[in-house]
């Protein structure tokens, strides 16, 4: 009997000591890991849920792609539409415009928050992008707000006592000044109100649209550390240009090459690849060859990737061996 109470003690000590276990310090890095989308790879894109889980897995930053309501709620979302990851065509039959889209800027805050998020599936088909990820339709999500997701992170870097940034990203600034709306500024309001205002402030903003990310910096006068997205190949001019307003690049990391890192380096840009993920590997054998190109051939300065946790990983075990070989050369 003494021995049983005994052993349910020291179990349950054990227990308690791994439900208080401090999560682990980092080892400093100059590379930088994004969560896109949050730990998108294993819960539905920018749910709270995929959030929370990409914060348990310590990257630097945590990715919001931002679209706007019809009320002007800044929207955690990648797309100006709906139906790719929500069940709105079967809750809103009737709310398509003329070519057969739903769009989040025809609904209100409250309605969207009546939508569930299912894991991106193609609207003709029904079928899940990424089969082996999490099975569309299980579970319960709900979309969220920009004011929703700061107060996530901002809240867990108080309990935990860590420092996670966010990385905004305005999407389609172009259609939604066409639809009478300037989402940049509402972003920056949020973003202000919140406390990110400047280069020390843990935010990097995004965007691919450069007539907007040159406005945002000369225009609407933001000191934040801006990021120009790039999803083809771009000319040394091209970068010369970027470097007038924005302080890094976003390229695909398809369309990298030895000749833009170092012209975008002698420029004194940041670059942050996007997207490594470890069901989409392309040429590449396995998830660390994607790695190794990705920071020991390219030499990026950080990665947007739909699995934080492996590449949280692969930095920290080349830090180790990093740290390990200057120890022993000392
Ligand atoms: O913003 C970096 C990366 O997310 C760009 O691609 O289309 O996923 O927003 P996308
Ligand atoms: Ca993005």
Redesign the pocket.
Known sequence: MRLSIVLIVVLLLGCQKKAIEPMKPKLKSDKIVIA??GASGYLPEHTIAAKAMAYAMQPDYI?Q?LVLSKDNIPIVL?DIYLDEVTDVAEKFPNRKREDGRYYVIDFAYEELKLLQVLERFDPKTGQQVYPRRFPKGKSSFQLHSLYEEIELIQGLNQSTTNDIGIYP?IKKPAFHLKEGKDISQIVLDVLRLYGYSDKEDNCIL?CFDNNELKRIRQELQSELFLVQ?IESEVTKEHLEAFSSYADGV?PWYKVVSPQFIKEAQELGLKIHG??FRADDLGDFQDFDALFDYGFNILNLDGV?TDHPDKVVSYLHHLNSEKQDSETSSE
């Open positions: 896109h989308r990715e792609d990648h990203e995004q997205l976003g996007y997207t947007f």
